[in-house]
């Protein structure tokens, strides 16, 4: 079982990118999944939540992102996206993507994020 996170890049402040996270080996709309970011010297930084769509399929940001940043399933696809808007140079960072394999039909927060994609750069810069 793995997750693979793409879709970063440079971008000019004010611009667009979409991220995804594609799962192999399950089914991604049966658990939680997470988006996260690190920014060079600081901590890492959840920024969305996506309850299972067997639980409520509530989404959660932080306030920093609110109202700039959309996360959405695509079961078909078995892929998570991450879609940012107006973005601003505090927003670069590696941006990663997460699950609990054990929050099968949970909500937001799991107990602890046990598998990871590689991560995937975003740099928002003129």
């Known amino acids: 079982v793995q997750l693979q996170a793409s879709g970063g890049g440079l971008v000019q402040p004010g611009g667009s990118l979409r991220l995804s996270c594609a799962a192999s080996g399950f089914r991604l709309d049966h658990y939680v999944i997470g988006w996260f970011r690190q920014a060079p010297g600081k901590e890492r930084e959840g920024v969305a939540c996506?309850?299972?769509?067997?639980?409520?399929?509530?989404?959660h940001y932080v306030d920093s992102v609110k109202g700039r940043f959309t996360a959405s399933r695509d079961n078909a696809k078995n892929t998570v996206y991450l879609h940012l808007n107006s973005l601003k140079p505090e927003d670069t960072a590696v941006y990663y993507c997460?699950?609990?394999?054990?929050?099968?039909?949970?909500?937001?927060?799991?107990?602890?994020?046990?598998?990871w994609g590689q991560g995937t750069q975003v740099t928002v810069s003129s």
């Open positions: 997460a699950t609990d394999l054990r929050s099968v039909g949970s909500m937001c927060p799991p107990i602890k994020y046990d598998l």
């Open positions: 996506l309850s299972s769509s067997d639980g409520d399929g509530t989404l």
